[in-house]
């Protein structure tokens, strides 16, 4: 899919479909329904067009301009307008279109959007086309939804900025969309040693500097509570370095993921109903391969580290046993007392290892616990931290890119309820309350000093349901908020 700008009228531009956006209680901008001899304003006076959020009125045979149809976009009111907002909509109509071949595709870029520039409406809008028109059926043997070959902008002034912010929207949405595919594919065919595959042909493509550490290296290198989750399964662990040293002698950002393949739950297995989806249980992982790509890609003059810590959790006369106590990569030992609580385990020589290359910063990215859905619901991520300044930073990030998160407290008392009699710490939380927070609370005895957030994506990172402006399963969440932060750093 191309993305384009173009400073010719819209009306004499053809195309398959002609996307024209409306706000809310507004009427239709003039001197776009003149081209159109006046029908939108008819429309609206009928009742037809309300410019309500994601409605949706197509006009077959339109006159007056050169593109075979005409699907008018409601974007709900203008001073609500956030990138969010102006992403759900594009996506919708992107969504709608997609679902039949339609290669040429004319937009009018929405203009004089309250508190945001055009380079960002028009990114917004981009990112729209990027995530309505990927298709969840990657396995199917023939495919519902063809995104068009290119998407022409139009109605605003074709200048470098808006040139620079195409670039950027089309590397935040194939990475974004790179992410989804990662969560979507199958664990049979996507498990650790394809994983770091994977990784490498991104690696390969954009010039990043990337390490795999195999079995034995992660021997090596400690990383035994990582090797603890791997040892139920048949499928060795990988642990994937990528780096991206742009930025001199400024400091590191370290991004780590959460890659565990598919997650039974190990020897305290999981029902069916919880396992069902345990595939998307790398999405942590996808998003730090994901953004990575983009901020190669994007020649982001920062030094950036992606950390991605790949295993399948599995029960097994190998596995790990409640009571086993593990000593993790930087001395801490760990009592096991439940193995579904895996994902703390690996990260913990995750964020160690990524404190041993001397970050400057951390930020994790895993699909941790339910407790943490339980708090959020699907769609927001709970952010968790040991540094005020960064976790606000983090937080600013999400909100420019269109991403929910939420921060929950770390207060020191949450502390005590992963104390062992045995060990220094244990990987539950004793109780179910406060079920994110004690998992984050492990996590933070690996960050040291290191300013570092959580984001726990359990909520965000699946999508149970299609709806009008995605489809279901993966869906790319925090890969546009970490590009944000690379840009920010
Ligand atoms: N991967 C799960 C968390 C999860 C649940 C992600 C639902 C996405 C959707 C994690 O490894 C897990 O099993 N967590 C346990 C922790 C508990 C055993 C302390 C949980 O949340 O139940
Ligand atoms: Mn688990
Ligand atoms: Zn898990």
């Not at 819209?10 to 159109?36: G, Q, Y």
């Not at 790509?293 to 950390?307: D, S």
């Not at 931290?385 to 921060?407: C, F």
């Amino acid at each position: 899919m191309r993305l384009t700008l173009q400073s010719a009228p819209f009306h004499e531009i053809a195309a398959d479909w002609l996307v024209i956006p409306v706000w809310e209680k507004e009427p239709p901008p003039a001197d776009w329904d003149v081209k159109l001899g006046g029908l939108l304003a008819k429309l609206a006076e009928q009742g037809d067009v309300a410019g309500k959020a994601k409605e949706m009125t197509p006009i077959y045979q339109p006159t007056g301009v050169a593109a075979k149809r005409v699907l008018v976009v409601g974007f709900g009111p203008r001073d609500k307008a956030d990138f969010a907002s102006l992403l759900s909509a594009t996506a919708a109509a992107a969504k709608s279109l997609s679902s039949k071949p339609c290669p040429k595709i004319v937009m009018l870029v929405p203009v004089n959007v309250p508190s945001l520039a055009t380079d960002v409406v028009l990114r917004a809008c981009a990112a729209g086309w990027h995530q309505g028109s990927a298709t969840a059926g990657i396995r199917k043997s023939s495919t519902e939804r063809t995104p068009p070959d290119e998407v022409v902008f139009v109605g605003a002034s074709a200048d470098s900025a808006l040139q620079a912010a195409l670039t950027r929207a089309d590397a935040e949405g194939r990475a974004t969309n790179l992410a989804r595919e990662l969560v979507n594919l199958p664990p049979c065919d996507l498990y650790p040693e394809t994983f770091a595959e994977r990784a490498r042909e991104v690696a390969v493509k954009t010039g990043l500097e990337i390490h795999v550490l195999d079995e034995q290296q992660l021997v090596v290198e400690r990383m035994n509570a990582l090797l603890a989750v791997a040892r139920g399964s048949d499928r060795p662990p990988r642990l994937v370095l990528l780096q991206h040293r742009k930025g001199g002698d400024r400091p590191t950002l370290a991004l780590v993921g959460k890659g565990v393949t598919f997650d039974s739950g190990g020897l305290s297995l999981k029902p069916t109903d919880g396992m069902v989806d345990m595939k998307c249980d790398m999405a942590g992982a996808a998003a730090v391969l994901a953004s990575m790509q983009a901020i190669a890609e994007l020649q982001i003059p920062v030094n950036a580290i992606g950390i991605m810590a790949l295993v399948e959790n599995m029960p097994s006369g190998k596995a790990m046993k409640l009571g086993d106590v593990i000593k993790a990569r930087n001395g801490k030992t760990i009592e096991v007392l439940n193995t579904d609580a895996e994902g703390r385990l690996i990260l913990a020589d995750a964020l160690a290892y990524a404190v041993d290359l001397k970050a400057s910063h951390l930020i994790d990215l895993a699909t941790l616990t339910g407790a943490c859905m339980v708090a959020l619901g699907y769609d927001v991520a709970g952010v968790m931290s040991n540094n005020e300044a960064w976790s606000q930073k983090v937080l600013a990030a999400s909100l420019a890119a269109g991403e929910k998160a939420w921060p929950l407290p770390m207060f020191p008392h949450y502390r005590e309820q992963i104390k062992s009699d045995i060990a220094d710490m244990k990987n539950t939380g004793g109780s179910r309350y406060a079920g994110a927070i004690t998992a984050a609370k492990l996590l933070e005895e690996f960050v040291g000093d290191t300013p570092w957030v959580h984001l726990d994506i359990a909520g965000p990172a699946w999508a149970e349901r299609e709806n009008a402006t995605r489809e279901s399963g993966g869906t790319g969440c925090f890969v546009r908020t970490l590009i944000e932060m690379a840009l920010a750093y």
